[in-house]
């Protein structure tokens, strides 16, 4: 289901569409986004801003945006900790463009997912939770950094099976 994309200059190129999902796309999904850029870029051997080149884009976005914001500060700081940059996330809605050209589409909760499933019950790729358990992964809004901490290992861990599965059915 690889999309194709002109690159500028350059030859149309297929690309995997790798979308994070969560409420308010501040914390969660941006933290996601971030931290499967930085080891999909470690796994392949180069640069985050080489990603698509090597045929992927990485990208989040949030059932329930309202206007645009900056990640949250804890959330750009675990990301900075871990080789990432948050720095530039403003947050967006899913909308139909970016849902309907997902080839990967993976939500924090089974309350995003329903949602996601609710507004576009007719997309190519099937959404389904990040977590490879089944597990929810708690919104760390408002806490302090131990709880962005515990939530970054979290979806560090579901990324870690998520990037080995989505490598051997790309090799």
Known sequence: MAKV???????PQSVILIVFVCTGNTCRSPLAEALCQRLLADRLGCAIAELPRRGYLVTSAGVSVMFAQQAAFEAVE????????????VSQPLVPEIA???????TMTR?????VQAMYPD????PRLLSPTGEDISDPIGSGREVYEACAAQIRSCLEVFLTDLLRETS
């Open 78 to 89: 675990i990301a900075r900790s871990c080789g990432a940059d948050l720095t530039a996330h």
């Open 123 to 126: 997309l190519a790729c099937r």
């Open 111 to 115: 309350g995003h997912l329903d949602m």
């Open 100 to 106: 309907q050209n997902a080839d990967h589409l993976l």
């Open 5 to 11: 994309i002109l690159e500028e200059g350059g030859e």
